[in-house]
């Protein structure tokens, strides 16, 4: 084989060498940005569940604190009523310590239904905020993963621009010293 077939066979090796690279380069990048999409898709499906279970969980909360008033208004309704007929049987129903008594135990009965409907609505308002928090946080990082993808199909299509010119650059650089010499 002469000089100029060797040449010719080196560059055309080359060249599919280059085109292979950049094939690869570009498959790369793709497969790549695939993936990255399979992990924001992830991400989201992990914020819809994570605000999801902030709003069951408050719903909980809320079920559960209607549940706890109605047996503290039973219960208080029970220590009333024993109150009042110990009062009575004392022979001080109707006056106005009775009266007293009874006023006092409804007021601190008022408050006590309004301390657990308070306390159930900060538990609520704080377990959908943690359910929104967790969704923003994953919605975050699904944006991220679909940039990243982005960036790698970029990075491989570069790659694979380098690898071609690369690739043309020594066999420009073949061909001149061959026919140079």
């Known amino acids: 084989m002469g000089a100029g077939a ?5 560059m055309g090796m080359q060249a599919a060498g280059g085109i ?7 498959l790369g990048g793709q497969m790549q940005s695939q993936y990255y999409s399979y992990l924001a898709n992830q991400s989201k499906m992990e914020a819809a569940l994570a605000a999801s279970a902030g709003n069951e969980a408050a719903k909980e909360t809320e079920t559960s ?3 706890e008033e109605k047996i503290m208004q039973r219960n208080e309704a029970r220590a009333l009523g024993a109150q009042t007929a110990t009062l009575a049987a004392n022979g001080n129903g ?6 007293n008594v009874e006023k006092s135990a409804m007021n601190t009965s008022a408050l006590n239904l309004e301390a657990v409907r308070y306390n159930a609505d900060t538990k609520a308002k704080s377990q959908v905020e943690a359910g929104e928090l967790g969704a923003l946080n994953y919605s975050m990082n699904a944006s991220m993963d679909e940039l990243a993808g982005a960036n790698a199909k970029i990075a491989g299509n570069m790659n694979a621009v380098g690898t071609i010119l690369g690739s043309g650059g020594s066999m420009a650089s073949q ?7």
């Open 6 to 10: 060797a040449t010719g066979v080196g």
């Open 175 to 181: 061909w001149y010293r061959y026919t140079q010499g």
């Open 94 to 99: 109707g006056s106005v310590t009775a009266q």
């Open 65 to 67: 604190a209607g549940f």
């Open 20 to 26: 292979y690279g950049a094939y690869g380069s570009v």
